[in-house]
């Protein structure tokens, strides 16, 4: 492993040290000194709104393994993910993760599908999640779990035969990146209205498992995110911003017809930035654009504050159509991912992060904040805090006590030590040995074929025949 070019998390040993470094850096970021614990302790408080009811404000964001089998089913890896998420203590899930909604959208030969042979396999998966909860906490009545439904357009890659992009629009920075040299890769307006279709179909069969929400996946540059930027794109779903979220209305629209009782969240990268790439000593980069750049939903500029403006209109059209729950992120791990997932250590696709992932993490909280203080009724999770390691209680009582989100979203850290909020809630001392130290492990694994899961710190993967297999591509890697 290269030498990080940022100081560790793990080395600022006092809260005075770790604020002395956001000072040095000029970032602010709400810091509790102690962080409560019991009924009234402020992440131990419920969320409500919409019908939904959580009984704390941890939630564990959606996280696929690629692990799924080749028909779309979970694995008993997936379940144990599933698992280890009722575990934890969290009690909003908010997607599982990422589900497609027909094969051609699947992200890789192993996510997940939701259609009529697997929805048993879901439903059974989301009542391991409850029973694991129940044994754990003696109940399950305050959990709130909900689905993630996507079709991953650009990065869809459903065969081992490689990739099999389906776009927006044509990309001008993009589209070479995954290999598109034509327009047939693009989705015409009526393959658009077969796939509302389907999303609503699939958001039935989710309420039939029992899912209490659905997320309308629009996050990562995954086909609903791609949309809300399709400002070149001619016809019905493409140009105005009315045309750009007709996708997004029109399934909600469809759901509510449909399945009445069914709540709806959307995923949303409430900003973004140009692609980056590895320059050639490996530091992340943004690319050179000419002329106007108009590929974005949230442009911001490279190293800058979060550029609001557009989530700001599409949340407006939200509480126009009585979505009310929200799970905030930022541009693509494809080709942004440091503003995505801060890491000190980048994925094998990566670059090395041209800031202190603390910057990012601070850029997202921001985010989430700007926007809550413009859409109050809204309820908003937020995402981005592993990187905050030790210091992430403390952040996150903080942001949640002064109203700057509703819930802490946790992702990574869910992997290598799901029962965070559990230790923090009864106020245990954190198992430090089981902290996320970011090293992207389950990011490289699939990147390179491999199921994901916390290799270095999980005993599970440490112990997995894939972890020497990672190990070799990762030495491979060094060697280059
Ligand atoms: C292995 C892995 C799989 C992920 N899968 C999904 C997914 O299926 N859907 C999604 O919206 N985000 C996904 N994400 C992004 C996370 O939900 C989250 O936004 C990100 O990891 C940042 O939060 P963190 O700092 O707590 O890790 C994934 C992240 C990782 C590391």
């Known amino acids: 492993m290269a030498a990080p070019r940022y100081p560790r998390v793990a080395s600022f040993k006092t809260l005075d040290s770790f604020r002395q470094h956001l000072a040095a850096l000029g970032v602010t970021l709400p810091l509790d000194d102690a962080v409560a614990h019991g009924n009234d302790a402020p992440l131990a408080r419920p969320l409500e709104a919409d019908g939904l009811r959580a009984g704390n404000r941890f939630a564990i964001l959606p996280m696929e393994g690629w692990d799924g089998t080749l028909d779309g089913r979970p694995s008993e890896l997936t379940e144990r993910r599933w698992r280890r998420f009722g575990e934890s203590g969290a009690k909003l899930i908010w997607g599982g993760e990422a589900v497609a909604v027909r094969h051609d959208g699947r992200a890789n030969p192993n996510q997940l599908v939701i259609n009529d042979d697997t929805v048993g396999s879901l439903t059974a998966m989301r009542e391991m999640l409850l029973a694991a909860h129940r044994g754990s906490f003696g109940r399950d009545d305050d959990v709130v779990v909900g689905l993630q439904l996507t079709h991953s357009g650009r990065y869809s890659r459903p065969d081992a035969g490689g990739p099999h992009p389906r776009i927006a629009y044509r990309h001008p920075l993009l589209d070479c990146r995954v290999k598109i040299a034509s327009d047939a890769a693009c989705f015409i307006d009526d393959e658009l209205d077969r796939l509302v279709e389907i999303f609503v179909a699939r958001a039935a069969l989710a309420a039939r498992a029992g899912f209490q929400f659905v997320d309308i996946k629009h996050c990562h540059g995954y086909l609903g995110h791609e949309l809300l930027s399709a400002r070149s794109r001619p016809g019905r779903y493409g140009g105005s911003l009315e045309n750009r979220t007709r996708f997004l209305r029109s399934i909600v629209e469809g759901i509510r017809a449909t399945t009445p009782q069914l709540r709806i969240g959307v995923r949303l990268s409430v900003f973004d930035m140009v692609p980056f790439r590895d320059t050639g000593d490996g530091i992340g980069e943004p690319e050179r654009v000419s002329g106007e750049y108009t590929s974005a939903f949230g442009l911001t500029p490279a190293g800058g504050d979060a550029v609001l403006d557009d989530a700001d209109a599409l949340l407006a059209e939200f509480e126009r159509i009585g979505i009310s729950w929200v799970c905030t992120t930022a541009g693509s791990p494809y080709y942004n991912p440091h503003i995505q997932r801060p890491a000190l250590f980048p994925p094998s ?132």
């Open 349 to 480: 696709d990566g670059y090395t992060p041209p800031e202190d992932p603390i910057v990012g993490v601070a850029r997202q909280i921001h985010a989430t904040a700007g926007l809550k203080a413009r859409h109050p009724r809204l309820v908003f999770v937020g995402s981005a805090y592993t990187y905050l390691q030790e210091w992430l209680p403390n952040v996150a009582q903080a942001v949640v006590r002064t109203g700057m989100a509703d819930s802490v979203g946790l992702g990574r850290m869910a992997l290598t030590y799901p029962e965070l909020p559990a230790d923090v809630l009864a106020g245990r001392k954190l198992q430090r040995q089981r902290v996320c130290r970011t090293f992207s492990d389950c990011t490289t694994a699939p990147r390179n074929g491999l199921v994901s899961g916390c290799y270095p710190l999980d005993p599970f993967y440490a112990a997995h025949d894939q972890a020497i297999a990672l190990k070799e591509i990762k030495e491979r890697a060094r060697e280059r």
